[in-house]
T-cell receptor, first 113, second 109 residues
């Protein structure tokens, strides 16, 4: 196991609602990246947090936002949910922002109806 | 060329055979490459990192061809448990790790 945890494991929301997903990084890791993985696709980079600051963002709208806390755990918030937001949301931790080796949590499966 | 491109497969291979699949990339400046294994409805798990011309770990070999900008994964003596989706990953021009769509592998008994 990687030591990266995510909660909740599954979530069902209605279009227009807001959701918060949580991630605890591996001990000693200060960098967290979030990915969205739709069915049959590879993970798509949403953003990365390093020492509580956003450190790069993919092609996702502003309604996708995040936080990183002093203990390096992180949250992903999505506002105004759309049906296309249904996906597996993966959190990956790495030892520092310059390290490319990432270790994933089990993911949160979000269904938007 | 797409940033990272993989043949989606599926590759249906008899147990014990050797199988190889490629991943092409557009960022010629990339120095680091990764293969992840993802089982159905699970998270990706790091299989192999490649920082030079290649890497070998047991039955798995990754080879990098910088001139043609692709990285390959070779699996020898395939096992039923090798059935999974194999994702290629590398840093993009913004230095963030991006993934291909993955190649599905089915090992047949």
């Amino acid at each position: 196991e990687t030591g990266v945890t995510q909660s909740p494991t599954h979530l069902i929301k209605t279009r227009g609602q807001q959701v918060t997903l949580r991630c605890s990084s591996q001990s000693g890791h200060n960098t967290v990246s979030w990915y969205q993985q739709a069915l049959g696709q590879g993970p798509q980079f949403i953003f990365q947090y390093y020492r509580e600051e956003e450190n790069g963002r993919g092609n996702f709208p502003p309604r996708f936002s995040g936080l990183q806390f002093p203990n390096y755990s992180s949250e992903l918030n999505v506002n105004a949910l759309e049906l296309d937001d249904s996906a597996l949301y993966l959190c990956a931790s790495s030892s520092t922002r310059g390290s490319y080796e990432q270790y994933f949590g089990p993911g949160t499966r979000l269904t938007v109806t | 060329r797409k940033e990272v491109e993989q043949d989606p497969g599926p590759f249906n291979v008899p147990e014990g055979a050797t199988v190889a699949f490629n991943c092409t990339y557009s960022n010629s400046a990339s120095q680091s490459f990764f293969w992840y294994r993802q089982d159905c409805r699970k998270e990706p798990k790091l299989l192999m990192s490649v920082y030079s011309s290649g890497n070998e770990d047991g039955r798995f070999t990754a080879q990098l061809n910088r001139a043609s900008q692709y990285i390959s994964l070779l699996i020898r003596d395939s096992k039923l448990s090798d059935s999974a989706t194999y994702l290629c990953a590398l840093p993009n021009r913004d230095d963030k790790i991006i993934f291909g769509k993955g190649t599905r592998l089915h090992i047949l008994p």
